[in-house]
């Protein structure tokens, strides 16, 4: 199946390719993305014209204020929402619908409620064709990265809210997608939990080499996970500020106290501040 | 971080059976007591009204007659075939008309041209009751089965399809969203999340669909046939058989609260996630 498509790409690749930009060629491309919902009281714009683009196997973080449209612009790579204006490639082609090279995890963990641990893990795999076996082999494999061995067969209503949200994401895993999107995955749970997830998710990145794009509204958790930093504005939301986040890999959430993270952290909550003080005056004047 | 205490012991469990819930189990073993005398004392009351000379006894007989009169029934064989008869025309119209709701509640729910096409039609057939269509259903079918069947398939139809309608329509989106994210073809999308999504109140729907069927029985019943519950008692009443009558009333009650118990345990079981 990857055969074909990359031969179908070569075909499309007018110009010759030359080795060096395919290499290059980013994972996602958001290129001047609008989307407006059609509300009761007329449209909203709840994102305006925002571009960027990820590299393969880069770690970006999206921050922003609550209701500036993050979850809309992941959920437009998704596939599962539909772009007012603008395009969005992943892995060089455009995105109508989900796809089986995109994965997601969602603020809630959205576990088939009749399924083990096990088989919900393994479902990805099974509606791609997979045989019975073949799945849980691949959802036995997971089940240990997350270190869940002991819950395979439990239900989702009998774990914890953290765990919970571990089998999501080694549901969203079990696909092998190229780009898993992450919207604040980690938010229903407590400050404790949530560094362990962190942690846990640095080092699963480590092993699963996918691109990955996470939003979240605490800096901190941003700071600790991402290659980069893309800080939104108030709805509509637009990119304010793409942070560079240079520290050393690999990482934990133990690097907060040092002072490069520090200063980094400080740059930002600037941004916020800001932007926060803006939108307020504007809404005042309104 | 500091270890300054030991390790947490586990506390000591009591190995005696007591503990703070033992009072509430008390109190929960005289409700049961209480609740098992209800029924003996109704019917000891009963006996006690009928017999004392107060009512007219032929109307209403004591208990010990209506006993009579089922033990006759039961002997005679009718209380076999009549069972049979009431039972299979409520089974297969459960079974036809759930089908069918259960069905075309998916079409319409998933599918908005399926719902813009036949819910206003459904939504002006629903209120009518079942047991005004009687005179139509002896017109079109007579006194044939599929008469009775039609009637009960009827007032089963209605509440399991617009249960199941808002079951899907109420299907967690997210769970639709997660099924679309891990490549869930339209197919199983509708066989497995939207329909086990929808299955609590699908079997809500089935639950108040059994007496239904229990109650378009007895108006199929009584728009003529040749064996049955309802039937059978309103053979006594023009026998002046009250025993009979009100021994057919028990075990039609009787019938209906088992099926209905029958299902919720299934019920229970069915959606055992919730
Ligand atoms: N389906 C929808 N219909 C109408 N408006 C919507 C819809 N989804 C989102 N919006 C609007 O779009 C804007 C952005 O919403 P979005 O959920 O993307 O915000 P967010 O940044 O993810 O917020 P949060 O941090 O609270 O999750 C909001 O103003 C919201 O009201
Ligand atoms: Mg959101």
């Not at chain 2, 002997?75 to 079974?95: C, E, K, N, P, Y």
Request: glycine fraction near 8%; proline fraction near 6%; aromatic fraction near 6%.
């Amino acid at each position: 199946m990857s055969g074909s498509r990359s031969i179908v790409k070569l075909a499309l690749a007018s110009p010759p390719v030359s080795v060096e930009s395919a290499r290059t060629q980013p994972a996602i491309q958001v290129s001047n993305l609008s989307i407006v919902f059609d509300t009761k009281r007329g449209q909203t714009i709840a994102v305006d014209r925002v571009s960027f683009d990820v590299a393969p196997g880069e770690f970006v973080c999206i921050v922003g204020p609550s209701g500036c449209g993050k979850s809309t612009v992941l959920n437009t790579i998704a596939g599962l929402e539909v772009p007012f204006e603008g395009d969005i490639l992943v892995e060089g082609s455009p995105v109508y619908a989900p796809r089986p090279d995109v994965g997601m995890v969602f603020q809630q963990p959205h576990l088939f409620p009749w399924k083990s641990v096990r088989r919900n893990i393994a479902h990805g795999p099974r509606m791609h064709g997979k045989s019975k076996a073949d799945a849980n082999a691949i959802a036995d494999d997971l089940i240990a990265m997350i270190g869940l061995k002991r819950f395979a067969d439990a239900y989702p209503n009998t774990l914890s809210g953290g765990m919970q949200q571990r089998v999501a994401i080694a549901r969203a895993l079990a696909n092998q997608p190229r780009v898993l999107l992450m919207d604040e995955p980690f938010g229903a749970l407590d400050a404790q939990t949530r560094a362990v997830m962190q942690d846990n998710l640095l080092e699963l990145r480590d092993r699963i080499k996918a691109t990955i794009v996470f939003v979240t509204h605490d800096i901190d958790e941003a700071i600790v996970l991402a290659d980069r930093v893309l800080i939104m504005s108030a709805g509509p939301g637009r990119i304010l500020r793409d942070v560079a986040v240079k520290l050393p890999r690999p990482r934990s959430s133990s690097i907060m106290v040092e002072p490069t993270y520090l200063s980094l952290k400080k740059d930002c909550l600037d941004v916020i501040r800001a932007e926060g003080l803006r939108a307020f005056n504007q809404s005042d004047a309104s | 971080m500091q270890d300054g205490t030991s390790a947490p012991q586990k506390i000591a469990l009591r190995t005696d059976g007591r503990n703070r819930r033992t009072d509430s189990a008390r109190l929960r073993r005289l409700n049961i007591l209480v609740g098992a005398l209800s029924l003996p004392l109704f019917v000891g009351l009963w006996e006690l009204a009928s017999r004392s000379g107060a009512v007219n006894m032929v109307l209403f007989p004591p208990p010990t007659v209506v006993a009579a009169a089922v033990l006759e029934w039961i002997r005679s064989g009718q209380f076999l075939g009549d069972l049979s008869a009431s039972l299979l025309r409520v089974t297969t119209g459960f079974i036809v008309g759930g089908a069918l709701g259960i069905l075309l509640g998916i079409l319409t729910g998933q599918f908005p041209v399926v719902s813009s096409l036949l819910s206003p039609l459904f939504h002006i057939l629903r209120p009518i009751p079942p047991i005004a269509f009687v005179p139509i259903v002896i017109l079109w079918f007579g006194l044939s089965e599929a008469g009775k069947l039609f009637l009960v398939v009827w007032g089963v139809f209605f509440t399991v399809w617009l249960s199941t309608h808002i079951g899907v329509q109420k299907v967690d989106r997210g769970l639709i969203r997660a099924a679309l994210m891990l490549g869930t073809p339209r197919r199983q999308m509708l066989q497995e999340i939207v329909l086990l999504g929808a299955l609590p109140y699908i079997v809500v729907g089935l639950r108040t669909a059994v007496s239904i069927s229990f109650y378009t029985l007895v108006a199929a019943e009584l728009a003529g046939t040749f064996a049955g519950i309802v039937y059978r008692i309103e053979i006594a009443q023009q026998n002046m058989q009250t025993g009979q009558v009100m021994g057919g009333l028990a075990a039609l009650g009787l019938i209906s609260f088992i099926a209905d118990r029958l299902f919720a345990a299934l019920a229970e079981r069915t959606v055992w996630w919730r």
